[in-house]
């Protein structure tokens, strides 16, 4: 399973300015001859990787994408300007693909690589380019050539920064709804996730990615239910983050099922770090899911988040949390 960040952007380099169509005119010479200048060449795309960018996000607000073009070109021989480059900033790891999406283009696994993708056209002749022995005063210049224009689809693998787990009907995905632009499947039944899914969230100028996965439940490990064939994803994530549904008569053992699958599972996975947030509090108001927290605390000997998806209540201050150790891991690494 591959979680991909796409994007279709539409290209065009710049078109070449026109040549002009000029003659000297000076005193005292009788026949000035043709002096029409060049036109300027049209700005070409680039794409640049860039390190400070980690998913495709801002190509779904931005799509078009034009270099300037060339200037016209003037008499007394003076060629247009050329158009400026337009250079496009993407992630490390993109992929350029052509508009079926299967063709690679360009492949962008360095910060710093560039590439020019598009050329833009070349600018005309200025009629003083065709002055000839046969033809000392010709009329004749050339429009600029064309820019190119290009639709294409960018790629990126998204690797996941957090990764989600809990028992089935937790709230799992309805918490990656609330704090993404993913649209997961939520329903009141166990299972409803059956292949994970991944968001990117925003938090303030910052960036990450959760991934969602389906529920566990005990004996995952020996391949009850979906089993653990998906904890590979959450396996390269720099924090877990374990939700438990705070309705439920006793959220340590669920917590607890849930950690015994982690560690039977294996892949260092029970050492990583780890927050653990009591979520559907809005479902038992703010007294009781403080009772069930201490409860909680109490019997687990760790301090829960407690937040809603639905009312949002404690949602920022878990993902500032994250992004701490997410950004934390970075660091280390
Ligand atoms: N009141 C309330 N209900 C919630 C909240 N979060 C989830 N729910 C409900 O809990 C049920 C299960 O939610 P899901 O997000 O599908 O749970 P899941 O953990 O993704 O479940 P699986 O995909 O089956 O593992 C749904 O009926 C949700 O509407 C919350 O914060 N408050
Ligand atoms: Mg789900």
Redesign the pocket.
């Known amino acids: 399973m591959k979680f991909l960040d796409e994007a279709k952007i539409y290209v065009k380099s710049g078109d070449g300015g026109p040549g002009a169509c000029s003659f000297r005119r000076e005193k005292f010479v009788e026949f000035g001859g043709p002096d029409g200048g060049n036109g300027g060449r049209g700005g070409d795309i680039l794409f640049e990787a860039v390190e400070d960018l980690n998913t495709l996000i801002d190509f779904r607000y931005t799509q078009h994408f034009r270099a300037k073009n060339g200037r016209n070109g003037e008499g007394r021989n003076k060629s247009g300007k050329g158009g400026e480059n337009l250079i496009i900033k993407v992630p490390v790891g993109t992929q350029v693909l052509d508009e079926d999406k299967e063709t690679v283009l360009a492949d962008f696994t360095e910060k710093g690589q560039t590439m020019t993708f598009l050329k833009g056209g070349d600018g005309g002749f200025g009629n003083a380019r065709y002055k000839s022995s046969t033809n000392q005063a010709p009329r004749k210049f050339t429009p600029g050539w064309p820019g190119e224009e290009r639709g294409i689809w960018l790629r990126l693998k998204l690797i996941a920064d957090a990764g ?1 787990v ?13 704090v993404s632009a993913a649209r ?11 292949h994970p899914n991944l968001g990117v969230v925003r938090a303030g100028e910052r960036e990450f990615v959760i991934a ?1 996965i ?2 566990l439940i005990e004996g995952a490990h020996e391949g009850q239910g979906l089993g653990t064939r998906f904890l590979g994803h959450v396996e390269r994530t720099a924090v877990i983050l374990h ?1 438990v ?1 705070i ?1 439920q008569d006793n959220p340590a053992q669920a917590y607890a099922t849930v950690r015994h699958e982690l560690t039977a599972y294996g892949h260092d996975l029970a050492e990583k770090k780890e927050i653990i947030a009591l ?5 038992l108001g703010p007294e009781l899911s403080a009772d069930q927290a201490a409860a909680f605390e109490k019997q687990t000997g760790k301090k829960p988040f407690i ?5 949002k209540d404690g949602i920022d201050p878990l993902l500032f949390e994250l992004d701490k150790i997410i950004q934390g891991g970075a660091e280390d690494a």
């Open positions: 989600l809990g028992l089935p009907n937790a709230g799992k995905s309805t918490f990656l709804a609330a997961p499947k939520i329903a009141d039944y166990p299972f409803t996730t059956l969602d389906p529920g939700l549904d309705t979520t559907k509090s809005d479902a937040i809603s998806s639905v009312s």
